[in-house]
């Protein structure tokens, strides 16, 4: 069952997204070359409490941290580890935030100092797959509408979408209906609603689709081991169109979160 949400409920979940879009912009100022993970995760959960909200990963099925970061070949569920950036890394940033009972979640992949060219482009692929499936987020739309345009932009690109992970309904709780998966045919799957709130995140490698998970039962990391990049919005379903409710308000690197 999909639970639409009230537009007093859409503002508070608006009020956790700003939360959490602050706090990957100021993740994404401390994640140089030379921090650690674990230290990362304590700036987070530090801000975020100070902010009021409580990190929605942390303790979610038993998950120990506030973010999960993965680097590089690890695509998703990273747990935070005193692994120390390097320069040329690629880092996935997910977290999740709970404000008065509502929930926003987003994720944003960092390159630390200088990368690598091809990394880059696998970087502005995600986020441009992000932005067009955001874009799909309408009235009258289907579920599939959103994971159809994501693909397309993936491959065109000649990049994989990962098939065993998906976005989600987000709100009262972390995972909602419907499932979003990144793949499939247009014009299938539940019609999207006003008040609809969904996580949208193309999840995609330089390689194959495949992925492995690994002896902690939570970081899951490309099977070939290619580069892999990971972008997520909460979006609201409304009458004036796709409302990014996880939006930051502040310049992260060099460009600005869509
Ligand atoms: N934020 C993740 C998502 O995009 C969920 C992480 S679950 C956790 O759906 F427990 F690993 F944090
Ligand atoms: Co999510």
């Known amino acids: 069952m999909i639970i639409r949400k009230s537009q007093a409920e859409i503002e508070g979940m608006a009020r956790a997204g700003d939360i959490v879009a602050d706090t990957l912009a100021m993740i994404g100022e401390e994640l140089r070359p030379g921090v650690s993970m674990l230290e990362l995760d304590r700036l987070a959960e530090d801000y975020i409490r100070e902010r009021g909200g409580v990190p929605t990963s942390k303790g979610y099925r038993g998950?120990?941290?506030?973010?999960?970061?993965s680097p590089n070949a690890m695509i998703v569920h990273g747990i935070p580890t005193n692994y120390i950036a390097a320069a040329g890394?690629?880092?996935?940033?997910?977290?999740?935030?709970?404000?008065d009972g509502l929930i926003a979640d987003s994720a944003y992949t960092f390159g630390v100092g200088e990368i690598f060219p091809e990394a880059q482009r696998l970087l502005d692929v995600c986020q441009e797959a992000l932005a067009a499936g955001i874009e799909q987020a309408r009235i009258g739309n289907h579920v599939s509408d959103i994971s159809h345009t994501?693909?397309?932009?993936?491959?065109?690109a000649g990049f994989s979408v990962v098939r065993s992970l998906v976005g989600h309904g987000v709100g009262r709780a972390y995972h909602e209906d419907p499932q979003i998966p990144n793949f499939g045919?247009?014009?299938?799957?539940?019609?999207?609603?006003?008040?609809?709130?969904?996580?949208?995140?193309?999840?995609?490698?330089?390689?194959?689709?495949?992925v492995v998970m690994h002896a902690d039962e939570w970081s899951i990391s490309s099977a070939d081991g290619s580069l892999t990049a990971h972008f997520e919005h909460t979006v609201a379903v409304t009458e004036e169109g796709p409302k990014v409710l996880t939006a930051a308000?502040?310049?992260?690197?060099?460009g600005l979160l869509p």
């Open 249 to 254: 308000k502040r310049p992260v690197e060099a």
């Open 150 to 156: 994501i693909q397309t932009v993936v491959e065109a």
């Open 89 to 99: 890394d690629i880092v996935s940033i997910d977290l999740g935030v709970t404000l």
């Open 63 to 69: 998950y120990p941290a506030a973010l999960c970061i």
């Open 185 to 210: 045919a247009p014009g299938r799957g539940p019609e999207l609603l006003p008040g609809m709130t969904l996580a949208i995140e193309p999840m995609i490698t330089a390689g194959g689709p495949d």
